[in-house]
């Protein structure tokens, strides 16, 4: 019920800020899972490379995938790979969905066991120029619950204030709001929605949290945020971008 609201006043915040200068909203599919016996980064590799192929051989252009594995995460071995595919819309990824089960390609996927297969609707926060990322890429992951926030709006515009002021400061990353709508995991309901860092290499990362973040370059807006939103539990991954959407 809980992710029901969230969605309804994501959706709500979108709707009444039309007038304005409405955030990008994105649509991401999550699935953690184990490699199957005998599989493991290499043959994931393969994979990616046969899967984007197919997608080249179908003429499909309007889907992002990422490939991630854990880097920070306890237990590190109950989701070995991470894969992340974002879309613009509903329609595209239920479409990709199909062609998907249908082909070829969907009886190689290497990693079967997933213990999250979930859909998202994402608010786009901030970014960089996709030139600045490297195949080793880092996204953390945090989980977030509304303490004196109203509405999602709210928490958008706290946080776009902080992203906004990391990025005067110095800071390359971007952020999205992550609200899960379909097929999320029971213990995700104690929270509200996600937030993801990302950061386009691993010293990039580091520069990031020691110039910015611990530097108290961002306090005074994150002392803002705090007190419309609190986030914690957070995981960090690391991986790249194996195909982008044109």
Known sequence: MRY???SVLVMTAIQSALVRAAPEMTWAEYHGCQYGEGHNASTMAQFNGAWNRWMDSEGNNDYTAVVLSPLYRSPSTEIEVLWVGITDSNETMATNQSDWR??????????????????????????FDPS?????????YWMCTMTGADSMEEVYAAHKSTMDAGARAGAIQGSKI???????PARFSDYDFMVSYTHPSMAQWGKNVDDVW???KVAK?????????QCGEAVVY?????????
């Open 4 to 6: 029901i609201v969230m």
């Open 178 to 184: 992550i609200v899960p709508r379909q097929g999320a």
């Open 102 to 127: 249908n082909s070829d390609v969907y009886s190689s996927w290497p990693a079967p066991d997933c213990s999250v297969s979930m859909l998202t609707s994402q608010l786009v926060v901030s970014s």
């Open 221 to 229: 807006e994150q002392a803002a945020a705090d007190a419309l939103y």
């Open 214 to 216: 611990m530097n108290g």
């Open 132 to 140: 600045e990322f490297t195949d080793e890429m880092v996204v953390a």
């Open 238 to 246: 690391t991986g790249e971008v194996i195909r982008r959407a044109q």
